[in-house]
């Protein structure tokens, strides 16, 4: 999840395609448009806005919802409202498999963590340089009455291990503030009026036409959804084609399927690419692997397919033994040959590797394709 502040706050609405990447001080980004470019200044925490100053946030996610309530608590008078088609925090409540992992606490800087974004680096160093990284989403969760921890790989949990933490505590300051969550809705249009501000083509579920909506700000905040990406071209962004990212490997191997379900909590995968213009490290990960009906899952397969997400099909190498040296291995599979001499090869196989007794079968019987290939 992210709960880093959102980058795209617009102000004004004079359109060009040239856009700035500048950020200034603390608190949340605004952008501004002048004749030129886009520029971005800092919501000042003394700044007074009135209850006639409207913000608009497009997503009910994690980064819309975690926005609303910075501006809000940067802004005290300013009237903000979430638009979210569906439910509000919904994709919070099944990240980290129902546990919702907050950020990374290994990312001690923003500096650090821009570096562990395989696209858009520069541009997210440029957004949150000083102004708000992990650190401080940790202590905000923190100051909020969230107990959390860091575990092995960096990934910070509720001590509850509950999703539900987050989401009450991201609720409850939400409601406090008087942030409004309106759901049901979804903005479609967004264009520059001659006041300078944003009007807003707003569908409901319920009416066939939309409600127009006059904003001094918008946040557009809606993840991977294509909603923003229209609304960012028609205010004049121009945006890089998306790729996708953190999605599941389909192996085309029919025999895993016999797999399907068993998780193995620690592997090294490797994709594999030849004519690479440089060594990307992250072309190896290491952890848990789960093996589904048509590939792999799993927390390392999630990280490579971010980093190699334009390398639709490559070779996969999987190590599932990371922790024993190849000739540990062959010596233990050798003795084991030795002792288990007048056994049946599927029904011996070698627990010291933690593998269970399917992947076993699944092993000797590639190794038996294999032998007739040949």
């Not at 950020?23 to 006639?52: C, Y």
Request: with cysteine; hydrophobic share 40%; proline share 5%.
């Amino acid at each position: 999840m992210s709960f880093t502040l959102a980058r795209f706050v617009l102000l004004h609405s004079r359109v060009c395609s040239e856009a700035a990447t500048t950020t200034k001080n603390n608190g949340g980004l605004i952008s501004t448009l002048n004749k030129r470019k886009f520029t971005s200044t800092a919501i000042p925490r003394a700044q007074n806005k009135t209850s006639e100053e409207l913000l608009v946030v497009v997503g009910g996610g994690a980064a819309g919802v975690y926005g609303a309530i910075r501006a809000k608590t940067l802004a005290p008078n300013l009237n903000v409202v979430v638009i979210e088609k569906g439910k509000p925090l919904s994709k919070v409540k099944i990240s980290g498999g129902g546990r919702c992992n907050v950020t990374n606490g290994r990312c001690v800087d923003n500096k650090m963590l821009a570096e562990n974004y395989p696209r858009g680096h520069k541009e997210l160093r440029g957004a949150f340089f000083n102004v708000h990284g992990p650190v401080d989403t940790m202590s905000w969760f923190s100051e909020h009455g969230v107990r959390l921890k860091i575990e092995d790989d960096g990934r910070v949990f509720p001590v509850s291990n509950s999703s539900s933490t987050i989401i009450d505590c991201l609720m409850s300051e939400s409601t406090r503030l008087g942030v409004s969550l309106q759901t049901g809705k979804a903005v479609i249009t967004a264009s520059p009026t001659a006041g300078g501000k944003f009007l807003l083509g707003i569908e409901k579920r319920t009416f066939s036409s939309p409600e127009y909506v006059e904003a001094d700000y918008l946040l557009i905040a809606s993840g991977n959804s294509k909603q923003g990406y229209s609304l960012a071209s028609q205010l004049g962004h121009s945006i890089v084609d998306p790729v996708p990212s953190l999605f599941t490997f389909k192996i085309e191997d029919p025999r895993l399927a016999d797999l399907s379900g068993i998780t193995f909590p620690k592997v090294k995968a490797t994709l594999k690419i030849e004519n690479a213009r440089r060594n990307i490290p992250q072309l190896t990960q290491v952890g848990p692997v789960l093996v589904t009906h048509w590939g792999f899952s799993g927390p390392a397969i999630l990280r490579l397919s971010a980093w190699g997400a334009c390398v639709l099909s490559r070779t996969l190498i999987v190590d599932f033994t990371p922790d024993v040296h190849i000739e540990h291995l062959k010596s233990i599979l050798t003795q084991h040959k030795n002792w288990f001499a007048k056994q049946k090869l599927s029904n011996s196989y070698p627990s010291e590797f933690g593998l269970v007794k399917r992947f076993w079968i699944y092993i000797l019987g590639r190794q038996v394709l294999f032998l007739f290939q040949a």
